[in-house]
């Protein structure tokens, strides 16, 4: 198994995480940051320690700010939120220091691994959501004059189209490729590689943390830590919090199964598949145990108008997209 | 949402994809391939002139040479379209229109009985192996990717007027066995009348040691994969089934095939996936070893598939089997043919190659069987 651009990556950019995939030897490997930053105020000796431990941070107008996997942890010892460049899938227009910090984030990312000239990298980018045409353009050509100038080169692929690449080789790259992750749903359903639909749907994990925060009045920040680490659908709640996320856990995945009945009952020119088709659920926020049953629960209620073979979690949910988009480049070149 | 239009790429594209092991080269043959297809479909709008006159010419063809029956009949065939796009698995659309606790109407006049309905174990994931090789799986299934056909092999009665308390006393029998044994999923009856048996959620004890393939993969004992679908009836015996049985096995083919997505090439006959793991030998079971009606009931000429278990596991078969088609498959050359090149190809005799492919089964029979124990204990 030998591909002639082994140096291409894969990298998927994700509201809540920046993740990056190589190819090595007959393995995948990836790195992933948090895609978030918190700043704090400078002080010589601040900078010393963060120096000294190889925190990744810039100073900037008498700031000093953390970037990536740190910036959690110091969010949680100043009693701070943590910002974020990306929302809803997208940069976000109203974080003024939204391409800076993912330059800063994929710039420690790229670090150890010099960039060959004109390496091929290819990005993901969200679908356009259902509800709504909104433009994707700014954030797809922002990111790729980004790549470009770091000495890539950038090729786009959609996050579902890439849940695709990652987990359905064994039916020929045709099925639905479903990325839960923390602004956005993204949904594509491919026909041996080729994308057919593909749209989004702006309720997933942000919204379920915001929601639950509003409710319980705690940190959204604090909620994203207790979804991550002990929820789970089994229909008991050890308490407030986590009976909130049962409901906004519920209503998001409602949801995303409304919209996929909808989107795939309002296409006429379905391919006529000679087989049923397999359905992958990805993301981070498909992680929580219990939630592939409850989603396929929901969706065997509906009349959904493709016969579905299985549904099932990718093998490795948190990496998956950036796999997807490492296997499309390897195989254009 | 975005929308792209359908490329229908030539049928060879899947099972050549199917075949390539390295996911990345298996994605950008694919990706070459689908290209391709969008760029040749392009082509003949540069000369739509001649496109619209060859097309005139076909449709005028079609017209011509279209069989007798009226519009219901041509579009229960599928002859709907002279569109060179018609796809090229044509899947019927039916759908439930009425049931009580004693029967199910469908759409196409398939009407089931459940008066011999019964549950079994539930249908279990089933494993689906690499076309490829290896021992591993590269996937599971859920839902069932075909139809196995059987016969029931049981006491028949001349199908005569005066017989007719023998024929009901006969079949009353027969689905009590059935439902006892659950058997099959569902049973066609002398008469036509269509029974359901065992559940479509659960597994039928229809095909035991058994294989087949499609361009997704290899399936090994189809019990969990394939839907059992039984003719009251004897292999070689004169009335081996009656009109009445095959129309209605046409319009329950039918019925499955809308239900779960289920291709043509997947819809065989127990001979044509029935194996002897003692002796490497395909064939254990012959019934629909030849005959089977395929065109009655609405599908191709599966005898005309290469045999799986042959080129996948390097099973043979003897001149008793032989004996049984009465006359040979073309599915038989085809398999063979496709060892002997595949060995050639591998640079070995093809009784190595044979050996090399067995030496797999029994690495997937043995892990298989272990499971079982597992699930079993």
């Known amino acids: 198994m030998n591909h002639g651009s082994q140096s291409a990556l894969g990298l998927d950019v994700g509201t809540s995480r920046i993740v990056i995939a190589r190819r090595a030897e007959d393995d995948f490997r990836y790195e992933s940051q948090l895609n978030a930053f918190v700043a704090i105020p400078y002080s010589k000796i601040t900078e010393g320690v963060l120096e000294r431990e190889g925190i990744p941070h810039t100073v900037q107008l008498g700031q000093i700010i953390v970037h990536g996997n740190e910036s959690e942890k110091f969010a949680g010892l100043l009693n701070a939120e943590t910002r974020r460049p990306m929302t809803g899938g997208l940069l976000d227009a109203r974080e003024p220091d939204s391409l800076s910090m993912i330059r800063e ?219 997807g988009a490492l296997v499309c480049a390897l195989s254009d070149s | 949402m975005a929308r792209s239009p359908i490329l229908e790429p030539p049928e060879w594209v899947e099972m050549r994809a199917a075949r390539i092991a390295d996911p990345v080269e298996r994605l950008g043959f694919l990706r070459r391939q689908m290209h391709e297809t969008r760029e040749r479909k392009a082509r003949p709008a540069r000369h739509w002139r001649g496109a619209l006159l060859a097309a005139g010419l076909a449709a005028m063809m079609i017209i011509i040479s279209l069989p007798a029956g009226t519009a219901e009949t041509f579009a229960r065939r599928g002859v709907v379209s002279a569109e060179s796009s018609a796809p090229r698995v044509w899947l019927p659309r039916v759908w439930l229109v009425d049931k009580s606790d004693s029967s199910e109407l469908y759409s196409n006049g398939l009407r089931i009985d459940l008066t011999f309905a019964v549950s079994n174990r539930p249908r279990s994931r089933f494993p689906i192996f690499s076309l490829a090789g290896g021992p591993k799986p590269q996937g599971e299934g859920r839902a069932p990717v075909g139809i196995v056909y059987h016969t029931t092999e049981s006491n028949l009665a001349p199908f005569e007027e005066e017989e007719n308390h023998r024929l009901q006393r006969l079949g009353r029998n027969l689905m009590e066995w059935v439902r006892q044994d659950r058997s099959y999923h569902y049973v066609i009856d002398r008469f036509g009348r269509v029974y359901r048996v065992v559940k479509e959620s659960d597994a039928a004890n229809h095909v035991g040691m058994s294989i087949w393939a499609d361009s997704r993969g290899v399936y090994v004992n189809l019990n969990d994969s394939f839907l059992g679908v039984s003719f009251e009836g004897q292999t070689g015996a004169v009335d081996e089934v009656t009109p009445a049985q095959i129309s209605a096995g046409n319009v329950l083919t039918e019925m499955l095939r809308s239900r779960y997505g289920i291709a043509t090439e997947n819809c065989v006959t127990h001979a044509q996936v029935s194996v002897n793991p003692q002796n490497m030998r395909i064939g254990e079971h012959t019934d629909w070893a030849g005959k089977f009606p395929f065109a009655g009931v609405g599908l191709p000429d599966n005898y005309s598939i290469p045999v799986a278990s042959m080129f996948v596991f390097g099973f043979d078969y003897d001149s008793v089997f032989l004996r049984a088609t009465g006359t040979r498959w073309r599915g038989l050359d085809l398999a063979e043919l496709r060892v002997a090149r595949e060995a050639a190809a591998e640079g070995l005799e093809t009784r190595q190659y044979r050996a090399m492919l067995q030496h797999r089964y029994k690495d997937i029979a043995s892990a298989l069987k272990e499971k079982s124990g597992e699930v079993n204990q």
């Open chain 1, 105 to 323: 984030i994929l710039t420690t990312m790229f670090a150890g691994h010099r960039a060959e000239k004109r390496q091929k990298v290819c990005f993901t980018v969200p679908a356009a959501p259902l509800a709504a045409g909104g433009s994707l353009t700014y954030h797809e050509a922002t990111l790729r004059q980004l790549l470009t100038d770091l000495n890539y080169e950038p090729v786009s692929i959609n996050e579902g189209l890439a849940i695709v690449y990652s987990e359905l080789e064994s039916s020929n790259y045709t099925g639905i490729g479903i990325s839960c992750g923390g602004g956005l749903c993204n949904v594509c359903l491919a026909y041996l590689s080729v994308p057919i639909i593909s749209f989004s749907i702006p309720k997933a994990g942000d919204y379920i943390d915001s929601s639950a925060a509003s409710v319980t009045g705690e940190r959204a920040n604090r909620i994203r830590l207790t979804k991550e680490d002990s929820f789970h659908f089994n229909g008991f709640f050890a308490d407030k919090v986590h009976q909130v996320l049962g409901v906004y856990y519920d209503d998001m995945i409602r949801s995303l199964v409304t919209a996929l009945k909808e989107a795939f009952t309002r296409t006429s020119n379905l391919p006529k598949f000679n087989r049923p088709i397999p359905m992958v659920l990805s993301g981070g926020t498909a992680l929580p145990p219990g939630f592939r049953d409850r989603f396929e629960k929901l969706l065997w209620e509906q009349d959904f108008p493709v016969t579905v073979s299985d549904i099932r979690l990718a093998q490795n949910p948190l990496h998956s997209t950036a796999k």
